[in-house]
């Protein structure tokens, strides 16, 4: 996913979102610059050349680290974004997980009262079912006895898309779903359009 399409997509707190993926990861690496320069001046003094190397170094690594991970993250912020138009774009066009990355996704458990993260599991969840359309009901069970016991997803969903549109009504609030009955409610309703 591009920065174009992210903002084509996204909503006005979207970009703010996307940027909180990179505060801790953006403070370490200033710390370590500080650290280390502090230390190369303690043990050779002020060397002008030596001090420029190592910090071009840790920005250096931090923006590989940034352009690698853009598009995961870029991707994540619009599965949580509170439109559920960009969640469903991001969903169908760049959300491309095998299923152990989209089980590990789904079990995990995220910050307290994290709903960015929920809506991100739950979405999760949908793409395992999407992964076990075509699989034989061993492989389900095998998949569904491993997410027996996730955490509860509560997404607090603003409005309806084409994937969570059967999960319950935006009006009335989305109850707390387990991640095994997303999966299955899932794999019926694509069984249903497929027939």
Not at 10 to 16: K, Q, T
Not at 26 to 55: C, P
Request: with cysteine; proline share 5%; glycine share 6%.
């Amino acid at each position: 996913m591009t920065f174009g399409t992210f903002l084509s997509h996204s909503d006005a707190g979207d970009p703010l979102a996307f940027l909180s993926y990179y505060i801790p990861s953006l403070a370490i690496a200033f710390l370590a610059v500080v650290l280390l320069n502090a230390t190369l001046i303690s043990l050779w003094g002020w060397n002008r050349k030596y001090m420029m190397l190592l910090t071009a170094s840790i920005v250096c690594c931090w923006g590989l680290y940034f352009f690698a991970t853009t598009s995961q993250y870029l991707t994540l912020t619009l599965l949580g974004s509170e439109s559920p138009k960009a969640a469903e774009f991001a969903y169908q066009n760049s959300f491309k997980l095998n299923l152990d990355q989209a089980v590990e996704l789904a079990i995990r458990n995220p910050r307290e009262n994290h709903v960015e993260g929920q809506i991100v599991r739950f979405y999760a969840a949908c793409r395992i079912a999407d992964l076990l359309q075509s699989s034989n009901r061993d492989v389900q069970g095998r998949i569904l006895n491993r997410v027996h016991d996730a955490p509860m997803v509560a997404p607090a969903f603003i409005g309806t898309n084409s994937i969570n549109h059967f999960f319950g009504d935006p009006n009335r609030g989305h109850p707390p779903l387990q991640v095994a009955d997303i999966i299955q409610r899932r794999l019926s309703e694509l069984e249903k359009r497929n027939r």
